[in-house]
């Protein structure tokens, strides 16, 4: 049974910064390359980042060089570290393999930028 669980979103203002963890069952993890997603209102969920079983990490364009994935294949859990937030990075964010993501999706967790 899959299980992922992200969190550490919130409301805040442009230029701050926010981590987001994603604790995932431990029979997944350490195998796979793991993304972060996101989805905005009215918008299709896009691939932010990903980084491979041995940390290898990989980027949209639209948040290279301000977010940065990591994982701790200890705790089964992936990171997501965003700086200098934009309005436009507002969105569910949601953590998942990459690049076939399992069909299970997580509750995500709410990022809004506003000012």
């Known amino acids: 049974q899959v299980q992922l669980v992200e969190s550490g979103g919130g409301l805040v203002q442009p230029g701050d910064s926010l981590r987001l963890s994603c604790a995932a069952s431990?029979?997944?993890?350490?195998?796979?390359?793991m993304g972060w997603y996101r989805q905005a209102p009215g918008q299709q969920r896009e691939l932010v980042a990903w980084i491979s079983s041995g940390g290898s990490t990989n980027y949209a364009d639209s948040v290279k060089g301000r977010f940065t994935i990591s994982r701790d294949n200890g705790k089964n859990t992936v990171y997501l570290q965003m700086n200098s937030l934009k309005f436009e990075d507002t969105a569910v964010y949601y953590c998942?393999?990459?690049?076939?993501?399992?069909?299970?999706w997580g509750q995500g967790t709410q990022v809004t930028v506003s000012s």
């Open positions: 431990g029979s997944i993890f350490s195998i796979n390359a």
């Open positions: 998942n393999r990459y690049p076939r993501p399992f069909n299970y």
